[in-house]
């Protein structure tokens, strides 16, 4: 794809260059009013997106089936209204309704996927031997398994972490610690990610390398 | 009557009929049932477009403040806040995919989004020099295991050590399996507690105050 | 030991954030003016994508999620347009849809990076991909979160009414061969928060469709587990797993060229650990003396 050309696609990649460099001003310098103006101007963005995708939501999703006849989808409107008198604190307790809904169907459905996926499935995947495997593959069982069950225990605090006891929770930590070092590596690597795809734009802004 | 519908036992009645319901339909497959479970999970997606608005409206509130007040450092940014969203907002209901909506989101909205998101980087580079640390065994664990999944992540690890890739996908697999695996097992088991702790009614902070006491907002 | 050499191991231990922060901006920029292309090696997880892609065919639907957004271009890109290329060179049908503001940006950036895949308006020539029968782009969900993933898996058709381009689902031919997650022969999710949780939990666990990840590299760690218990088929880590997934499939696209950006920025993150650590290690000696 070639540099824009369209008048408007190029001052638009040049705001987009010069939004990025103010904020980073912020970082690489210090405090400042084209970085407060940058930033401001991002959140402005961020309703404008929010308000116009929710209005598009409410006119496609709920008014256009109750205009087509289904009276059910005056409840989605109602409850809806209902919530914004959150703000208000003497009316507060009407968007309660609205709260209380929320909450029973979001967990309702969290909880059906999670007793299956997140637990059950990973407790038999935990206890299910690697029968006619290689001794790596018994051995990575055994670690897991063992793993698993040491930095649950390191979590209990019903009981101390004194004798008998000492020894898992101690091997829980550092397994605990080994985990946590992976994750880190892992999110060094999204970050500088992300930010070597800021640079990247920069570059082709100022035509130092191709546009992709 | 105002005072009987605030009693936050009807409230913990509604979320434990709607779980209640969630879960019939999920463990017992009769139609009418799944079908109002699939008639509730529409509401709330109408219902969540509703609480974006709302949050708009709660940041709103403070920047109006700024701009009363005059606060100093503040107002002018606020004043231009409100200016661009109230432009912004008119031009995207007027086109969505055209004019100056859809140029502020691919020119502004977009790649602030991705410069902000993409910040952590250099904190995260300061971090790791200021508190990867070796401090004691555990954190001696957490450094090492850290450095080799890094070099392990990118080309140059291997041109290093040839055996770093091998012991990076160890690590990766196999290595942090455990840690992974408790914290989603526990998280997963507290979730399914507080959700039955919604349900019998002992967990009432979605409720705010009312849910402390028998009434009042 | 005199008070200048202590003095340099202090200034070790606390070097201004400003120097990192500069010398981390200043080097990626050399990454992206003279790469070097290094080769990578293929990991298990990339490699069970692929050959669970390679098995299947014009027979099979695949749903791709892409819930990650143009941020996270440079880590799900070259994942994303990977896989595309891969399942479009087996033939197999293809349902796009997203819960970010953003998709259509992402969608078009995968467009122009798999030509074969054809607008309604556009000519479709031999091997190409007509749209409303080898693919289609439903366009933005609204967002509402797992109950909406939870609605798609039990009743695609009740869940949304048209696509992209407002073409009621009642008239694509392709939708007409779904009616939930049953019929999906894999999800690709795209992911840089919760959404991928949601395909494990409401499409692999109530219906076994098969799950793959391609998302950024935390959420690989956090989806280790379900691969290790079979839920998840397959994973890229990243952009690493983008460039893997390009090796495997013969070129050196937009994740490969990123490794290059990768090198320099963790070498100097592990550059100033090991220098951070060795100051620290020094002063300590003198506060212990």
């Known amino acids: 794809m070639p540099y824009p050309t369209e008048p408007l696609e190029i001052l638009g990649a040049w705001v987009g260059a010069l939004l990025t460099i103010f904020i980073y001003s912020y970082i690489l310098w210090r405090e400042n009013y084209a970085f407060r103006w940058a930033e401001h101007t991002y959140i402005a963005s961020s309703f404008a997106v929010a308000v116009v ?38 009316f507060r307790w009407i968007s309660r309704y609205v709260v209380s809904f929320l909450v029973g169907i979001g967990f309702g459905v969290s909880v059906r996927g999670a007793l299956s996926a997140d637990i059950t499935r990973q407790i038999l995947s935990s206890v299910t031997a690697p029968l006619g495997g290689t001794p790596m593959d018994w051995f990575n069982f055994i670690y897991v398994s063992l793993g698993f069950v040491f930095i649950v225990s390191y979590f209990t605090f019903t009981k101390e972490h004194t004798g008998w006891y000492y020894v898992p929770t101690k091997i829980g930590r550092y397994l605990l610690m080994l985990g946590l070092g992976v994750y880190f590596g892992n999110t060094v690597q999204f970050r500088m990610a992300m930010l070597s795809g800021r640079v990247q734009y920069l570059l082709q802004v100022f035509k130092i390398i191709p546009w992709p | 009557m105002a005072s009987v519908l605030r009693r936050p036992e009807i409230f913990i009645f509604i979320a434990g009929v709607v779980m209640g319901i969630t879960w019939i339909g999920y463990f017992f497959p009769l139609g009418a049932v799944e079908d109002t479970v699939s008639l509730m999970q529409t509401w709330a997606v109408g219902i969540s477009a509703f609480a974006l608005a709302l949050g708009f409206l709660s940041a709103a509130r403070i920047h109006l403040h700024y701009i009363r007040r005059r606060t100093p450092g503040m107002w002018p940014f606020s004043l231009w806040l409100f200016i661009f969203t109230a432009v912004a907002i008119i031009a995207g209901l007027i086109s969505e995919t055209t004019g100056f909506y859809a140029w502020q989101f691919k020119w502004v909205y977009t790649p602030l989004g991705a410069t902000l998101y993409a910040t952590t980087g250099f904190y995260i580079c300061s971090a790791a020099y200021r508190a990867f640390r070796a401090r004691s065994v555990e954190a001696a664990i957490l450094l090492i ?29 196999h290595g942090q399996a455990p840690f992974i695996r408790a914290i989603m097992v526990t998280a997963a088991l507290g979730l399914v507690l507080y959700a039955l702790r919604i349900m019998a009614g002992i967990e009432r902070g979605y409720l705010g105050a009312i849910g402390g006491e028998g009434g009042g907002g | ?26 080097l990626l920029i050399i990454p992206f003016v003279r790469p070097l292309m290094l080769p990578v090696s293929i990991s298990e997880t990339t490699l069970a994508l692929y050959n669970f892609i390679e098995k299947l065919g014009p027979d099979d639907i695949v749903v791709i999620g892409i819930q990650s957004g143009v941020s996270a271009w440079p880590e799900c890109l070259p994942g994303l347009v990977a896989a595309t290329r891969h399942l479009v060179s087996r033939n197999v049908k293809i349902i796009i849809w997203g819960f970010y503001t953003d998709v259509d940006m992402t969608m078009n950036a995968i467009k122009a990076r798999v030509p074969q895949l054809k607008w309604p308006d556009e000519e479709v020539g031999p091997g190409d991909y007509k749209y409303g029968e080898d693919w289609v782009y439903i366009g933005l969900i609204p967002a509402g979160g797992e109950t909406v993933v939870a609605a798609l898996a039990d009743d695609l058709h009740a869940a949304i009414k048209a696509d992209f381009f407002g073409t009621p689902i009642t008239q694509i031919p392709l939708l007409q061969k779904v009616k939930g997650a049953k019929d999906i022969a894999l999800v690709i999710t795209s992911d840089t928060g919760d959404y991928g949780w949601y395909y494990v939990r409401q499409w692999n666990a109530r219906y076994g469709t098969p799950i793959a990840e391609i998302g950024i590299a935390m959420i690989y760690s956090e989806f280790v587990p379900y691969y290790k218990a079979g839920q998840v088929i397959g994973m890229l880590k990243g952009v690493r797993g983008g460039a893997e997934y390009e090796r495997l499939l013969g070129y ?5 060229q990123r490794m290059d ?29």
């Open chain 1, 53 to 90: 995708q929710a209005i598009r939501i409410i006119r496609n999703n709920v008014v256009a089936p109750l205009m087509g006849g289904d009276m059910r989808y005056i409840m989605p409107i109602i409850l809806g209204l209902m919530l914004y008198t959150l703000p208000f604190r003497r």
């Open chain 3, 252 to 256: 050196a696209g937009e994740g490969t």
């Open chain 3, 261 to 289: 950006a990768l090198n320099v920025s963790h070498l100097l993150t592990i550059f100033f650990i090991i220098i951070g650590n060795i100051g620290y290690f020094a002063t300590r000696k003198y506060r212990r003396y």
């Open chain 3, 1 to 26: 030991m005199g008070e200048a050499e202590r003095s340099i191991w202090i200034k070790l231990a606390e070097i201004d954030r400003r120097i990192i922060y500069w010398s981390l901006f200043l």
């Open chain 2, 145 to 173: 295991a850290g450095i080799i999944v890094m070099l392990g992540n990118c080309t140059i690890g291997e041109v290093i050590w040839k055996d770093i890739p091998v012991i990076n996908e160890w690590l990766q697999i």
